[in-house]
């Protein structure tokens, strides 16, 4: 059974910045790809970032610039770095893991940003 279990949410100013992470039950290389999304009240989940197995990475254009994602193999644990964080940056933030035709998700981490 696959566990992720996200941590680093809070309340964060305007400006401010955040480090979320996702620590994993078991290696990490297990996944083809590992993700953050996100989901605020009212709206869809979308993907916020996206790393692959290789390193490859990916950003939804409204993060580009002040997010990075990254992955500490060892610790079996992915991070999201948030900068320049911004109201509408306001979600809760959930971990995914893919695996062939598997998703696994966390729990998910609140964010809050105020203005």
């Known amino acids: 059974q696959v566990q992720l279990v996200e941590s680093g949410g809070g309340l964060v100013q305007a400006g401010g910045s955040l480090r979320l992470s996702c620590a994993a039950s078991?290696?990490?290389?297990?996944?083809?790809?590992m993700a953050w999304y996100r989901q605020a009240p009212g709206k869809q989940r979308e993907l916020v970032a996206r790393i692959t197995v290789g390193g490859t990475t990916t950003y939804v254009d409204s993060v580009k610039g002040r997010f990075t994602i990254s992955r500490d193999n060892a610790k079996n644990t992915v991070y999201l770095q948030m900068n320049s964080l911004k109201p509408e940056d306001t979600a809760h933030y959930y971990c995914?893991?893919?695996?062939?035709?598997?998703?696994?998700w966390g729990q998910g981490t609140q964010v809050t940003v105020s203005s």
């Open positions: 078991g290696s990490i290389f297990d996944f083809n790809a």
């Open positions: 995914n893991a893919n695996r062939l035709s598997s998703q696994f």
